[in-house]
Each structure stands twice: as C-alpha cells, then as structure tokens.
C-alpha cells in the first residue's frame, strides 16, 4: 500500500512558476513509477507527465513539453513537478500517481496502468 500526499499548488500569475512536490509512504518508492495527472472542471483527468522508478526517463505530455519538468528523489521519497511559463489553461487539481514497476524504464501514460492516487492540490493561474 501507497499513500501519496501533494504539496505546492497554489495561485499564480500567468507566465509564473510553481513546483509540485508528492511525498510517498512506504518503503519500496524506488520500486515505482511515478505520474502527475490533471483535472480542470468539467472535463477529463489528463495525463501530464510520468518519471520511470529509477529517474532515468521522462515522458509528458504535448501541452506541458518545454515547461514542464518532473524529479524524483528515492531517497526522500519524493517526486516533483517543477512548473513554467505556466498559462490559464494549466489551471486544475492536480494528483500524483504511483505504478508498481519491476522495469526501470517504465513510463506510463494512461491512468488505468496506475495503482494509486494522492487526494489532489489546486493550481490556479490568472491571466
């Protein structure tokens, strides 16, 4: 069992900068990968970002490439989504995920291949 907690969301002008930050429980986090997925009201949870168990690849999505950047730290068991040049569009709750992963290079994208999911932090971005 993970439990994932996000910190960091927040209100921002467009053009700033946020950092996301999700803080796992347990003790295998190295063992997962990891994803960022959105949600703005009224419309589906999409897909940001993901970050393989070892650090070693980055996958994101169309609407956040160039800006958008996620870290992972294994030994704090924390993984990160620096965010910039962030625009009104970007606004949503954004939530954490976590796959179990025996392949280092793992970066999944579609929310199904995720096993567990933090609660969300608001990001809002005025134009």
């Known amino acids: 069992q993970v439990q994932l907690v996000e910190s960091g969301g927040g209100l921002v002008q467009s053009g700033g900068s946020l950092r996301l930050s999700c803080l796992a429980s347990?003790?295998?986090?190295?063992?997962?990968?990891m994803g960022w997925f959105r949600q703005a009201p009224g419309k589906e949870r999409e897909f940001v970002g993901a970050?393989?168990?070892?650090?070693?690849?980055?996958y994101y999505a169309d609407s956040v490439k160039g800006r958008f950047t996620m870290s992972r730290d294994n030994a704090k068991n924390t993984v990160y989504l620096q965010m910039n040049c962030l625009k009104p569009e970007d606004a949503a709750v954004y939530y954490c995920?976590?796959?179990?992963?025996?392949?280092?290079?793992?970066?999944?994208?579609?929310?199904?291949?995720?096993?567990?999911w933090g609660q969300g932090t608001q990001v809002t971005v005025s134009s």
């Open positions: 347990g003790r295998t986090f190295s063992s997962y990968a």
């Open positions: 995920t976590a796959a179990l992963t025996y392949n280092g290079a793992y970066v999944p994208a579609n929310r199904v291949q995720y096993e567990y």
């Open positions: 970050i393989s168990s070892s650090g070693s690849r980055t």
